[in-house]
């Protein structure tokens, strides 16, 4: 088992047991850009100005245009696969959530940086299922963006 401040977890289906408890790492520091959050809006619909009038959302509680909450929670998928690498699994699913919370936003413009914790690792026909919590980070806020604990499926 091989962890690291960036690199996350390289294991294997028995170590991946065995890792139950332990912080993975970080991913790298990423830009949260006006055009990730437009984009995002045209594929949902969602086109709350909060996120895509930079001049209206400046007289907003947030002070600027932010991430969608759901933009946020999509961005577990990279970091996940990113920060937990299971050699001898031939395919991982996401299987569901069992809390989400967003603390404080996400600014376009700023930081960001994810982070996951093994929190539980059990058996599921045909494999195993990981409980992990997944952390999005705001550099230099005190509240993380996005906290949740996600159920991961890995399939030998």
């Not at 690199?7 to 065995?18: C, I, K, N, P, Q």
């Not at 830009?31 to 400046?58: C, P, S, W």
């Not at 994810?114 to 599921?124: M, P, R």
Request: glycine letters at 8%; charged letters at 20%; one cysteine or more.
């Amino acid at each position: 088992m091989n962890t690291s401040a960036t690199s996350g977890l390289v294991t294997d289906m028995a170590g991946l047991r065995e890792s139950a408890g332990t912080h993975v790492g970080y991913t790298e520091w990423a830009l949260m850009t006006q055009e990730q959050v437009n984009q995002f809006a045209d594929v949902t619909g969602d086109h709350n100005y909060i996120h895509v009038d930079v001049e209206r959302a400046k007289a907003s509680p947030f002070g600027g245009t932010i991430a969608h909450g759901y933009l946020t929670l999509s961005l577990l998928a990279p970091v996940t696969q990113q920060l937990i690498q299971v050699a001898d699994a031939a395919t991982g699913v996401n299987y569901g959530l069992d809390r989400v919370r967003f603390p404080a936003p996400l600014p376009v413009g700023a930081y960001w940086r994810g982070s996951i914790e093994i929190l539980e690792v059990t058996e599921v026909k045909g494999g195993l299922q990981a409980k992990v919590r997944a952390t999005v980070e705001v550099k230099d806020s005190v509240k993380p963006a996005l906290v949740a604990e996600c159920l991961i499926r890995l399939y030998a």
